[in-house]
């Protein structure tokens, strides 16, 4: 048959090699095999014995070679990286040798935890938290309101307030906070601080608000170290994906020290393929101790781009959290009470006024218009800080505590020369004082 070797094609027989010529797929000719002596078949007998004697070694050797492996991982003799499990006072407690990689934990029913994404998970649900926020904006239409939502991290408290980072995208320009427990309860937030250019705000929750059964649910993150994380670690990300609640992804680290902008802002980052999704924002990337190593900001999104989230990595931030979280928070934030316009170069230049903040007009019980300033008044200075720009001058006034008397400088023309005044402002408690900045044809009219 075509494709056949007829010198070369054989088959074996009992370890002998028999020549035989392939003519059809169904039968197949071969040469009759010699005759051999009848005593063959008591060598046969002996050498099948032989054989089951030697098979039986064989398994029970490699029986007790396994077993004795087994034990070997099973007491974490091996490199040191086991884990003995043993009693103590009714709870399991895992140890290791000084040289293993796991630390040691005290829990129950046998369960080492740190162990597991779902350990991991299970320690870091009680300080994440969902942030609900709401926003009002104004068109040619009218003022209509919006929703949105993100995540949050319980990092600490004071004798009034559990203090909670987020992402400063979240909160920013929010009308109304809150935020959802892991039991489900929601309770009302307040801005404490904040800082556009990391990207994170710290809000608060009075404690007087959260009920004793809420309050034992909670637990405080412990902030890691970003720096000594490997390229390739495997970490956790938990957050309010989408705002249907909090959602786990699993993933590893990808880069470090990644160069990333966004709206003209350009952070140092970590990179994951964890999924980060909206909703997720200024939620926790966790590693395997169950320590928040980056906190979730950013995701690459592109059609032909999968897996790029980023993450701010705590050491870089540690301080700045610390000082928003000692700052005061909106009730305690002292406020002038105007309505605001920036007085940009080019209005500067069309009006031929000072650069600073315009005053257009006041709120009801304004703490500026019992201090004497008037509509049409430039601020240049508080406390003789230069406030040029509308968030300047909101961020420097609310450093500073209601009833706080500050040195408000301004431009006021008189007899059509701008004059320098300095007006004495005992800050009130928070008012809305101000809106979003209004074009140049909203100002009075060139003379």
């Known amino acids: 048959m075509a494709g056949f070797d007829d010198q070369n094609d054989y088959r074996i027989y009992g370890g002998e090699k028999q020549d035989s010529i392939y003519q059809s797929p169904h039968v197949t000719?071969?040469?009759a095999p010699e005759e051999k002596p009848k005593s063959g078949v008591f060598n046969k007998f002996l050498g099948i014995c032989f054989a089951a004697i030697l098979f039986g070694a064989l398994t029970c050797g490699a029986y007790y070679c396994t077993n004795r492996l087994i034990k070997h991982f099973d007491t974490?003799?091996?490199a040191g990286t086991g884990?003995?499990?043993?009693?103590?006072?009714?709870?399991a407690v895992s140890t290791v040798s000084d040289q293993g990689i796991l630390?040691?934990?005290?829990?129950s029913a046998n369960k080492i935890a740190g162990t597991s994404v779902s350990d991991i998970v299970e320690r870091s649900l009680p300080f994440t938290v969902a942030v609900n926020c709401t926003f009002t904006s104004s068109s040619w239409f009218g003022q209509y309101t919006s929703q949105g939502s993100g995540t949050g991290i319980i990092v600490g408290k004071n004798d009034t307030e559990l203090l909670i980072v987020t992402n400063n995208h979240v909160v920013d320009k929010a009308k109304t906070v809150a935020v959802?427990?892991?039991?489900?309860?929601e309770i009302s937030a307040v801005g404490k601080g904040n800082d556009?250019?990391?990207?994170?705000?710290?809000?608060?929750?009075?404690?007087?608000?959260?009920s004793e059964d809420t309050m034992n649910s909670i637990t405080f993150a412990k902030l890691g170290d970003s720096d000594n994380v490997k390229v390739g670690e495997m970490v956790v990300a938990i957050g309010n994906a989408l705002g249907y609640g909090q959602s786990v992804t699993v993933g590893y680290i990808s880069a470090k020290n990644r160069q990333v902008t966004v709206d003209n802002n350009t952070m140092t980052l970590l990179q994951t393929d964890a999924a980060i999704n909206p909703g997720n924002s200024g939620g926790a990337l966790i590693n395997m101790d169950g320590e928040v190593i980056g906190i979730n900001s950013v995701k690459y999104a592109d059609e032909s781009v999968e897996g790029m989230g980023f993450a701010i990595p705590v050491t870089n931030v540690k301080e700045i959290i610390e000082t928003l979280m000692n700052?005061?928070?909106?009730?305690?934030?002292?406020?002038?009470?105007i309505y605001i316009t920036e007085v940009t170069e080019e209005i500067a230049s069309y009006y031929d006024w000072p650069r600073g903040i315009y005053v257009k007009g006041f709120t009801e019980n304004s703490a500026a218009e019992a201090a004497g300033i008037e509509v049409g008044d430039i601020i240049t200075a508080v406390n003789g800080r230069e406030v040029l720009e509308s968030d300047k001058l909101i961020s420097t006034v609310t450093t500073y505590r209601y009833g706080t008397v500050v040195d408000v400088t301004l431009k006021r023309k008189v007899n059509g020369e701008w004059k320098e005044i300095t007006v004495q402002v005992t800050l009130s408690q928070k008012a809305d004082y101000a809106e979003p900045t209004p074009t140049p044809t909203q100002l009075p009219r060139r003379k």
């Open 29 to 31: 000719y071969t040469s």
């Open 76 to 78: 974490g003799a091996f």
């Open 83 to 91: 884990t003995a499990v043993s009693e103590e006072n009714g709870k």
């Open 103 to 107: 630390a040691t934990t005290t829990v």
């Open 180 to 185: 959802v427990f892991a039991d489900g309860t």
């Open 196 to 210: 556009s250019s990391a990207d994170l705000a710290v809000i608060a929750v009075k404690l007087s608000d959260i």
């Open 327 to 337: 700052a005061l928070s909106d009730d305690e934030k002292g406020y002038i009470g």
